[in-house]
């Protein structure tokens, strides 16, 4: 192996900043603050590989990994000049993961490592301080104890939430001496309790069973969950960081806290965080006491602050981003103990980008790449609709922007189970932890009764861009019970609440939401600076005129998706259209679309006139005519009832008869007996024709271009409503732009056939109408042999665009709409890295992509060609179709932002790869 234990301090370090594939970020962070001289304690880092070859030896740690970490432990204990296990001036350890790209409270952290009865004794003669001592041992046992040893954490905790209800305080640090010294002692019979072994007094052994359970911790359940969601490799591992400790809990001089250089929540330019004195960096982050601001810290400690302050200012400078931050203050005296961008939400991501572009610190193409598409999707949230009643209950800390109502779940598992019903959950706990991840991603929205705004629950919330409200201390939570106290009203389990995560209100009752409105000068700013370096197009999917004008206002440069078949549910067409589908001769069906051919001229007409100047890739109908009737099995329930109906309807009448029924009520009866007797002689019909439409495998079926060879009647009334509503707009001073393109193409012939089909009805149009307009003709890409014959079907084609979610299912030989049933199940074995219905198969469909692009371009050169399936709008999928050579990439309304960056962003890694 190569180097394995990389050490930092005295103002040197081995590694530095560029090294968080082999270091994590929290070693890459310590050593790069170690050689731009700020006060780190001095420590170590073993590889993320050591991590892997723990699991490869079968989670044991080979002798050179542990030879390494001896040495550099030697060399700690001479720089620092104390030493682990010493009966005086004892060495004291954290030992904390760190992966190359954050997972914050994802993996495991011991601190006070070092501790036994010998060297706690020693700590609290040296420190005389003997409360402080005893704090650190109990904390040190806890979290060895639940960490490394695996004793549940609710034993710990309960035991200390006893003490303190007998001592009569509601806080640790009001605890006594004495009471820490039972609690010390009650810990250790604990873990002896479950464990069956004493608690380890040897130090190095200590450091041992930490080391390796940080490593062991990469694949703990929350760890694979939060990776998962956030699509981050398994293969990556992590680190582990060896640090001498410094003490927060030193007194009422010393303390811990977070922060960051900028607000994460809104951006704003000003040192943001929050700390605790007399406290450990865990109690800031576990939200089991309620810290101060920063701006406090001012007053408490004003030298502090300022050398605080300073440093901030340094590592945003160094980094050229907003930083998070961690320190300690022991004794008066400042620690930096972690930096790293910080986690922010998209509002601020926007407004951080523009200002330290303004301020010089970065220039245009850093700002682009600082925002992620994920920032854009946060604004994407729902807002409550303005002007409804509100019945504020509490007024918490609005730890994460936006706006959520949900149905109450108290636990991780139930919020997961009632997230597959139809409505939202919102998850109330006393305070989160990493274990409640997975509930966390499937919220609407969190509210914690107790943290701050760098607590767990912030933290996370504000990186998923989820709505969170946290320490709201006028909350009382019974987990146990599952009921929220709040406001004078007791809620349970599955009641409606709702959020305002930017002030703060926890309000009564289900509010209505609604799509935010982008914007702003930061955001127009933003996207100026985007669309400086975006070459890739950027149009959108959308059949409807309200969905294409909010398309353009984000940005889109066209339509490159109308889907026809959507127009044809209407329920003022949906009759119209199953007439055509039911008739048996061409007369009967050329009447029927003549009568859709009004609706679907309208419905282009407004689309031209919203997408007024830019392209409109209009699809003729695709999907199979049986999804236009209604279910099979649901019309032979229906025919079945009626027919069990009239089969009782003479004993109807017999019995009204001889009850002496008057003939009016008689005259009633028989005609709604004919009216029931026509309705099930028009199901009879439609269960025939469901019958005959009847296919094993519609999506592989009579569908797409086949239906048009099949009946060239639709394929006509569709063009002429596309011809005839470009023509009519044009009278009104707008200026269409139609393209028609013909979907499910196999072959080159499929294509000919249809065009000729389109060109004889468009230029029948022309002649009646005595003017032309210009109109493109092209095909949908979305089957294997489609790509392996590009260069033939480019002949007849205008353009190409690639259908990636059929082209994705034909490749893969699996449905979309059933491939859930084991995608997970072939995520969690590592068959598949991702869902390639969500990102792009770069190896399979890629390559059939680029297959394609070759070919069609060889044929004609100039041939525009797009994506217009869902992986228009994923930002990995888009870095591809940059590199593939696509004109463009055309995705749903929402989504036409985040293309935008992604676009942009593909291109400046390309220029930069240059």
Same mark, same amino acid.
């Given at each position: ?636 329930? +229906?025919?079945?009832?009626? /027919? %069990? &109906?009239? #089969? ?5 009448? !017999?019995?009204? *008869? $001889?009850?002496? =029924? ?100 468009? +230029?029948?149009?022309?002649? /009646? %109408? &005595?003017? #032309? ?5 092209? !095909?949908?890409? *979305? $089957?294997?042999? =489609? ?128």
């Amino acid at each position: 192996m190569e180097q394995i234990a990389w050490f930092f301090g005295n103002g040197e370090a081995d590694g530095d900043g560029s090294m968080k594939a082999s270091l994590g970020g929290k070693g890459a962070g310590l050593a790069e603050m170690t050689r731009a001289g700020l006060p780190v304690p001095p420590g170590f880092t073993l590889t993320t590989e050591s991590c892997f070859a723990f699991f490869d030896a079968g989670q044991r740690c080979p002798d050179a990994i542990d030879t390494a970490m001896r040495t550099a432990l030697a060399k700690l204990e001479k720089v620092h000049g104390r030493y682990l296990g010493a009966r005086k001036r004892p060495l004291l350890l954290s030992v904390r993961s760190g992966a190359s790209i954050s997972m914050p409270g994802m993996m495991d952290t011991v601190l006070n490592l070092g501790l036994n009865d010998v060297t706690a004794a020693a700590l609290e003669a040296e420190s005389g301080n003997t409360w402080y001592a005893r704090d650190c041992y109990r904390r040190f046992l806890q979290m060895f104890g639940d960490v490394v040893l695996e004793v549940p954490a609710a034993r710990f905790s309960a035991r200390l939430e006893a003490m303190k209800a007998q001592a009569g305080v509601q806080s640790d640090t009001d605890l006594s001496a004495h009471d820490l010294r039972v609690l010390v002692a009650d810990f250790k019979e604990i873990i002896r309790e479950v464990t069956g072994s004493p608690f380890p007094q040897d130090a190095l052994t200590q450091l041992r069973m930490a080391r390796d359970a940080v490593f062991r911790s990469w694949f703990n359940v929350r760890a694979k969950a939060y990776r998962s969601i956030h699509h981050i490799s398994e293969q990556l591992g992590t680190a582990v960081n060896v640090q001498a400790m410094v003490f927060g809990n030193n007194g009422w001089r010393s303390g811990s806290g977070v922060g960051f250089t900028r607000d994460p929540s809104t951006g704003d330019n000003k040192l943001y965080g929050e700390y605790l004195l007399n406290a450990q960096g865990e109690d800031v982050v576990a939200g089991t006491r309620t810290p101060q601001p920063l701006a406090q810290l001012e007053t408490d400690m004003p030298k502090v602050h300022k050398q605080l302050a300073e440093i901030a200012a340094t590592l945003e400078s160094h980094y050229k981003d907003v930083q998070d931050f961690e320190f300690t203050i022991e004794d008066d005296k400042l620690f930096m103990l972690q930096t790293r961008a910080g986690k922010r939400t998209g509002q601020a991501a926007i407004r951080i980008a523009c200002d330290l572009h303004e301020e010089g610190v970065i220039d245009a193409a850093g700002a682009v790449m600082l925002v992620q598409p994920e920032h854009i999707e946060q604004l994407l949230h729902q807002v409550f609709i303005p002007g409804q009643q509100r019945t504020v209950l509490a007024k918490g800390l609005p730890a994460s922007p936006g706006a959520a109502t949900g149905r109450l779940a108290f636990t991780s598992e139930d919020a997961v189970t009632r997230s597959g019903g139809d409505d939202p959950v919102i998850l109330v706990r006393v305070e989160t932890s990493p274990e409640d991840i997975a509930g966390m991603h499937v919220a609407a929205g969190i509210l914690t009764a107790r943290g701050g705004m760098t607590s767990h629950a912030a933290v996370v919330a504000r990186q998923m861009g989820t709505c969170c409200i946290a320490g709201c201390d006028q909350a009382h939570v019974d987990v146990v019970a599952e009921t929220l106290e709040v406001g004078g009203r007791k809620l349970q389990a599955g009641d409606w609440l709702s959020l305002d995560g930017t002030s703060g209100e926890v309000i009564a009752g289900r509010l209505q939401l609604r799509d935010p409105d982008l914007g702003g000068p930061y955001f127009d700013r933003f996207m100026g600076l985007v669309d400086q370096f975006r070459s890739l197009g950027v149009r959108t999917n959308a059949d409807q005129p309200e969905d294409v004008r909010r398309a353009r206002e984000f940005g889109a440069e066209g339509v490159g998706l109308c889907r026809t078949e959507h127009m044809f549910f209407d329920p003022d067409r949906l009759p119209v259209v199953q007439h055509m589908i039911m008739s048996v001769d061409n007369l009967a069906r050329e009447a029927a679309l003549a009568e859709l051919l009004p609706f679907q001229r309208a419905d282009f007409e407004a689309i031209f006139e919203a997408m007024d100047g830019l392209p409109c890739t209009i699809r003729l109908l695709d999907p199979p005519l049986h999804e236009f009737l209604p279910r099979r099995q649901d019309l032979l329930s +229906e025919v079945a009832s009626l /027919e %069990r &109906g009239m #089969r009782h309807r003479d004993n109807v009448l !017999t019995f009204l *008869e $001889l009850n002496d =029924a008057s003939e009016e009520t008689l005259a009633g009866v028989r005609e709604a007996m004919e009216r029931a007797e026509d309705n099930l002689a028009g199901r009879r019909a439609l269960l025939r024709r469901a019958e005959t439409l009847h296919e094993q495998n519609p999506m592989l079926g009579h569908r797409g271009c086949r239906l048009g060879i099949s009946f060239p009647g639709i394929t006509r009334m569709q063009t002429r409503a596309i011809v005839e509503a470009a023509l009519n707009v044009r009278a009104k001073g707008i200026d269409p732009v139609p393209e028609i393109m013909i979907p499910l193409v196999g072959s080159v012939a499929e294509l000919q056939h249809q065009r000729a089909v389109v060109e004889k009805e468009a +230029e029948q149009v022309f002649a /009646e %109408r &005595g003017e #032309r307009i210009d109109l493109a003709i092209g !095909t949908m890409i *979305e $089957l294997p042999r =489609a790509c392996v014959v590009a260069g033939e079907i480019a002949e007849a084609a205008d353009f190409f665009s690639f259908g990636t979610n059929d082209l994705t299912q034909t490749t893969f030989g699996f449905s979309r709409d059933d491939a859930g049933g084991f995608t997970a199940d072939y995520k969690r074995l590592g068959v598949f890295d991702e869902d390639p219905f969500a990102h792009l198969d770069q190896k399979g469909v890629g390559a059939l992509v680029e297959h394609a692009v070759k070919q069609g371009r060889t044929t004609k050169e100039a041939l525009k060609i797009g994506i217009c399936g869902e992986h228009g709008g994923d930002p990995k999928s888009i870095a591809f179709c940059m590199a593939a050579g696509l004109d463009y990439v055309s995705c749903s309304p929402f989504r036409v932002p985040v293309a935008r960056i992604a676009a942009a962003q593909a291109s400046i890694a390309l220029q930069n790869q240059g």
